[in-house]
């Protein structure tokens, strides 16, 4: 039942957070983009039962949820709305508050206990992956400037600076995303998720970052995104996570006491 109450919670206060921006700004027409992203990661978290009895699902989700919206926030300029620029800097500043509550709050708990230290070790890096999607997945995370200094330094034409280019941006799509499915499989193994569940959380987790970042590149004119690089980018997540798990150790079952005769 409080599972069902705090996912209603969070369900209200992403659609009372989209009402707000829609109504009042007229820049950020496609914030529904990290409120569907925060979405989904809440929903994964709060169907995990070893997350919640940590008590770290709700701050983890919020943490993911709040801080890809205000880092999306941030690289969408310029920030206008029909009432001016207050409201939305306003808005902004509340947002990267409510982000940084919720990181303290998932960093205090989960660092000040041992059962739970090394779970948030590990999850600390899929929620900075988070927002660094958040931002760089819009138009200044764009290969324009990685281009003109192939073309520059290294004095290449216009194509192999884009072959080049792309290579490296694919290269570090693959292993960015290896490391997020990583770190998810290893913080939900520390935190005693089974195997299985534990790869099914990463795997979950890197989907929805990975659709988050192309659907968000098809809003800005630089960029182009495409399901193949979600395939992509789950290609580097399942190689990660399955040599991880190969790796880790499964928990020994508690012996069973005999029974006295």
């Known amino acids: 039942m409080k599972s069902v109450l ?3 919670a969070l369900l209200a206060g992403f659609a009372t957070a989209t009402v707000c921006v829609g109504v009042v700004n007229d820049v950020f027409p496609w914030f529904w983009l990290p409120t569907l992203f925060g979405l989904a990661v809440a929903i ?3 169907s995990q039962t070893w997350f919640q009895q940590s008590r770290l699902g709700t701050p983890f ?3 993911m949820g709040f801080g890809a919206a205000f880092t999306f926030s941030l690289s969408t300029a310029p920030v206008t709305s029909r009432l001016g620029t207050f409201i939305p800097k306003l808005m902004l500043a509340l947002g990267g508050a409510i982000f940084l509550y919720f990181l303290i709050v998932f960093l205090a708990r989960g660092l000040s206990s041992s ?11 899929p929620i900075i992956a988070a927002c660094t999607v958040g931002y760089m997945s819009g138009g200044v995370g764009g290969s324009n400037h990685m281009v003109a200094f192939f073309m520059s330094v290294f004095h290449m034409s216009p ?7 792309r290579i490296i941006r694919k290269s570090i799509h693959v292993s960015a995303y290896g490391l997020m499915g990583l770190t998810c499989f290893r913080g939900a193994f520390a935190g005693q998720a089974p195997k299985r569940t534990a790869i ?7 989907v929805f970052t990975a659709s988050f970042d192309e659907m968000r590149q098809t809003t800005a004119d630089n960029r182009t995104g495409s399901p193949w690089d979600v395939l992509l980018d ?5 190689i990660f996570v399955s040599g991880s798990a190969m790796l880790a150790r499964s928990k020994p079952r508690p012996r069973q006491q005999p029974r006295a005769a």
């Open 159 to 165: 194509d192999s600076a884009e072959t080049v280019v």
């Open 234 to 238: 789950m290609t580097g997540s399942f």
């Open 61 to 63: 989700s919020l943490a």
């Open 44 to 46: 994964v978290v709060n």
């Open 200 to 206: 099914f959380f990463a795997l979950l987790i890197t």
């Open 115 to 125: 059962k739970s230290n090394r779970m948030t070790r590990w999850l600390l890096f």
């Open 6 to 8: 705090r996912l209603g």
